[in-house]
């Protein structure tokens, strides 16, 4: 397993913007998929799993989820070893702590939390109305 942080949540209200970022001294980020995934408290209850928001493959290739609607891009800064997630016109239904992950046995993309074997321990968007 990887060790991954995360780091830039906070709190913003309807609209606005934030920059997460992934971050690991263990791999090389940028031969693997790594993804950005979001759970809330009521879900987790429910046994849900946590839901992809946007993934970039080893090749670079993206994939986001279909609540995105293009307003958050992924991408790789390959010089910091991290992924990040620049997420614009934040909506009150965005707010959900958010992980990255990653499976250094992969470099393709899946959607399915249960296909990462590296968790950071995330970082809390509240978009407030």
């Known amino acids: 397993q990887v060790r991954l942080v995360e780091s830039g949540g906070g709190s913003v209200p309807d609209g606005g913007s934030l920059r997460l970022s992934c971050v690991t001294s263990s791999i090389s980020l940028d031969k693997y998929c790594v993804g950005w995934f979001r759970q809330t408290p009521a879900k987790d209850r429910e046994g849900k799993e946590r839901?992809?928001?946007?993934?970039?493959?080893?090749?670079?290739?993206?994939t986001y989820g279909e609540f995105v609607e293009g307003r958050f891009t992924v991408s790789r800064d390959n010089d910091a070893n991290a992924v990040n997630l620049q997420m614009n016109d934040l909506k009150p239904e965005d707010t959900a702590m958010y992980y990255c992950?990653?499976?250094?046995?992969?470099?393709?993309?899946?959607?399915?939390?249960?296909?990462?074997?590296?968790w950071g321990q995330g970082t809390q968007v509240t978009v407030s109305s």
């Open positions: 992950a990653t499976d250094p046995r992969r470099s393709q993309c899946y959607r399915r939390d249960w296909m990462f074997n590296s």
């Open positions: 839901e992809a928001v946007a993934l970039i493959a080893g090749d670079g290739k993206t």
